[in-house]
């Protein structure tokens, strides 16, 4: 077992922010039964298995989890995670692997597991969905053990069967940082170059120079592996393309260039490749996969036949951006409770990222609903303030569209009623009522839904409260009168997109 401390985690367009007290790290912790697969994919490789695949695109499904705290607050926005999806593409495109959101993205509502996954093991395996790879997103990223002295940890994959997931550190979900594509990395079975190192960094001071040990100092299994590559398929991370590292990255500049003295045990100069994505050296302007990686990866890949790949994407290109429709620009809405939304569709989009908040950096209580279509009503907005309003179109697998330019509106004073546009036909009956007989709904909806059924009196007071789930075509729902007086009420049924009413009358 190799022991965990800080490794530098790089990141893309950022590094600046690695540097100072904490340093990021990646908690990825291998061990045997990792190196000895990769051995094995080594060979099943050079028995030419690989060569089933060819140059078509594999599709693999990726489960987003958004992690928030119990009362749903402070989980990721999903524009970012769409970016990061968009970036972990364009990262492997080159290998014909390419990732989609599968079955939608899912949200945990847990305190525990929202301030650091790891620690909340039963509520990841209850959402671990077994088709796909996992990815969970979180405030932290510690692993179980505790966190790393001196470092943060930024990301890590979780190898044990039984787990098998990745975990992100909330900060790392976006376009432009190298943490997923790395852990993604781990979870198709790359080891770190300096693989043995993964505990420490090399200095002078502690590990000589030339290095005075043949074995690695956090793995006394693994060798050291030389600059000459002569032991390369047993040391570091038993790859021959890769060059010697003892993580050399930790205590590099961030120029992406490695210009120390480390030397081997046999005295020769070691010479890192710095923009190796599994790597830790900073400031590349690009990092890439070396070609036995890539068929690690592939064969791994092939490996996973629990991941559903068979998945074609609706459309792999997005044209451009939507134009916002309505509420138009600069308008004031008759009502606040129901605010109807259009935008435009976009050739290769089947869904839309609608985001409604009180400021233009959607940052202080916005709402982000994930729309099929191109119209959405809206409800929770407060009256007579401004609000501004986005949209950004994309599809399971492609996620790259930009997000429309910004537009502002003010609700009215008014309150509207609204009926939910997928409900066709809609009946109460008998009506009038018997006192205690039961009422009859009958529902008609192209879409299913959820609602909550309310019976009140003429002066707004709920009597009564259900909630129930419509499913698509007609179906019945039989809600209960007993207990109230001979009266007039007003039934409602209400649904996140609009509100249904019937008065009924009960009667002997
Ligand atoms: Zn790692």
């Given at each position: 077992?190799i022991?965990r401390i800080?490794?530098?985690l790089f990141?893309?367009?950022?590094?600046?922010l690695?540097?100072?007290?904490?340093?990021g790290?990646c908690?990825?912790?291998?061990?045997?039964?990792?190196?000895q697969?990769?051995q094995?994919?080594?060979k099943?490789?050079a028995?030419?298995?690989?060569?089933?695949r060819?140059n078509?695109?594999?599709?693999v499904?990726?489960?987003?989890?958004?992690?928030s705290k119990?009362?749903?607050?402070?989980?990721?926005?999903?524009?970012?995670?769409?970016?990061a999806l968009?970036?972990?593409?364009?990262?492997?495109?080159?290998q014909?692997?390419?990732?989609?959101?599968y079955?939608?993205i899912k949200y945990?509502?847990?305190d525990l597991?929202?301030n650091?996954?790891?620690?909340?093991?039963l509520?990841?395996?209850?959402?671990?969905?077994?088709k796909?790879?996992?990815?969970?997103?979180?405030?932290?990223a510690?692993?179980?053990g505790?966190?790393?002295?001196?470092?943060?940890?930024?990301g890590y994959f979780?190898?044990s069967?039984?787990?098998d997931?990745i975990?992100?550190?909330?900060s790392?979900?976006?376009?432009f940082?190298s943490?997923i594509?790395?852990?993604?990395?781990?979870?198709?079975?790359?080891?770190?170059?300096?693989?043995g190192w993964?505990?420490?960094?090399?200095t002078?001071a502690?590990?000589?120079n030339p290095v005075?040990?043949?074995?690695?100092?956090?793995?006394?299994?693994?060798?050291?592996e030389?600059a000459?590559?002569?032991?390369c398929?047993v040391a570091?991370?038993f790859?021959?393309?890769?060059?010697?590292?003892?993580?050399?990255?930790?205590f590099?500049?961030?120029?992406?260039?490695?210009?120390?003295?480390?030397?081997?045990?046999?005295?020769d100069?070691?010479?890192?490749d710095?923009?190796?994505f599994?790597?830790?050296f900073n400031?590349c302007a690009?990092y890439?996969?070396?070609?036995q990686?890539k068929?690690i990866?592939a064969?791994?890949?092939?490996q996973r036949t629990?991941?559903?790949t068979?998945?074609?994407p609706s459309s792999?290109?997005?044209?451009?951006?939507?134009?916002?429709?309505?509420p138009?620009?600069n308008s004031?809405?008759p009502a606040y409770?129901n605010?109807?939304f259009?935008?435009?569709?976009?050739?290769?989009?089947?869904?839309?990222?609608?985001?409604v908040?009180?400021?233009?950096?959607?940052s202080?209580?916005p709402q982000?609903?994930m729309?099929?279509?191109?119209?959405?009503v809206?409800?929770?907005?407060?009256?007579?303030?401004?609000?501004?309003?986005?949209?950004?179109?994309?599809n399971a697998?492609?996620?790259?569209?930009?997000?429309?330019?910004?537009?502002?509106?003010?609700?009215?004073?008014a309150?509207?009623?609204?009926?939910?546009p997928?409900v066709?036909?809609?009946s109460?009956?008998p009506?009038?009522?018997s006192?205690?007989?039961?009422?009859?709904l009958?529902?008609?909806?192209?879409?299913s839904?959820?609602?909550?059924?309310?019976l009140?009196?003429?002066?707004?007071?709920t009597?009564q409260?259900m909630?129930a789930g419509f499913?698509a075509?007609?179906s019945?729902?039989?809600i209960?009168?007993s207990?109230?007086?001979?009266?007039?009420?007003?039934l409602?049924?209400?649904?996140?997109?609009?509100?249904l009413?019937?008065?009924?009358?009960?009667?002997?």
């Amino acid at each position: 077992m190799i022991v965990r401390i800080s490794t530098l985690l790089f990141m893309l367009a950022l590094p600046i922010l690695l540097l100072g007290q904490t340093r990021g790290v990646c908690g990825f912790d291998s061990d045997k039964a990792f190196g000895q697969n990769i051995q094995e994919l080594k060979k099943w490789v050079a028995e030419g298995n690989l060569s089933t695949r060819g140059n078509v695109v594999t599709y693999v499904p990726v489960k987003f989890h958004i992690i928030s705290k119990n009362d749903g607050s402070k989980g990721l926005s999903e524009q970012v995670v769409l970016d990061a999806l968009c970036h972990l593409n364009e990262e492997y495109a080159d290998q014909d692997i390419q990732f989609y959101i599968y079955g939608g993205i899912k949200y945990i509502k847990n305190d525990l597991a929202y301030n650091n996954p790891g620690d909340a093991e039963l509520v990841l395996q209850g959402n671990k969905d077994s088709k796909a790879m996992n990815i969970f997103m979180g405030l932290n990223a510690n692993p179980p053990g505790g966190g790393i002295p001196g470092g943060t940890t930024l990301g890590y994959f979780a190898g044990s069967p039984s787990q098998d997931w990745i975990i992100i550190k909330n900060s790392e979900v976006n376009g432009f940082a190298s943490t997923i594509p790395h852990e993604v990395g781990h979870y198709f079975n790359l080891d770190h170059p300096f693989n043995g190192w993964d505990c420490t960094a090399w200095t002078e001071a502690e590990h000589g120079n030339p290095v005075s040990s043949l074995m690695s100092p956090c793995d006394p299994s693994v060798p050291n592996e030389f600059a000459n590559g002569d032991n390369c398929q047993v040391a570091g991370d038993f790859l021959c393309d890769t060059p010697a590292d003892y993580n050399l990255g930790y205590f590099d500049g961030n120029d992406c260039n490695y210009t120390g003295n480390c030397k081997d045990p046999n005295g020769d100069q070691m010479q890192p490749d710095e923009d190796n994505f599994m790597g830790y050296f900073n400031g590349c302007a690009d990092y890439f996969f070396s070609g036995q990686q890539k068929q690690i990866i592939a064969a791994r890949l092939l490996q996973r036949t629990n991941l559903e790949t068979d998945f074609i994407p609706s459309s792999v290109s997005i044209d451009g951006t939507t134009t916002l429709v309505q509420p138009a620009d600069n308008s004031t809405t008759p009502a606040y409770n129901n605010v109807a939304f259009e935008w435009t569709p976009v050739a290769g989009a089947n869904q839309y990222l609608l985001e409604v908040d009180l400021s233009n950096g959607f940052s202080v209580d916005p709402q982000r609903i994930m729309v099929w279509g191109t119209y959405k009503v809206v409800q929770g907005l407060i009256a007579n303030k401004k609000y501004y309003w986005r949209v950004r179109p994309f599809n399971a697998y492609n996620t790259c569209a930009p997000k429309s330019p910004i537009s502002d509106f003010t609700t009215g004073t008014a309150i509207s009623t609204v009926e939910p546009p997928y409900v066709t036909n809609w009946s109460v009956r008998p009506n009038p009522v018997s006192a205690g007989q039961s009422l009859q709904l009958e529902m008609n909806t192209r879409e299913s839904f959820e609602a909550s059924v309310e019976l009140r009196n003429l002066n707004g007071q709920t009597l009564q409260t259900m909630q129930a789930g419509f499913s698509a075509g007609n179906s019945t729902l039989e809600i209960p009168t007993s207990g109230l007086a001979n009266g007039i009420y007003i039934l409602t049924v209400q649904s996140s997109e609009g509100i249904l009413n019937e008065r009924i009358v009960i009667a002997h």
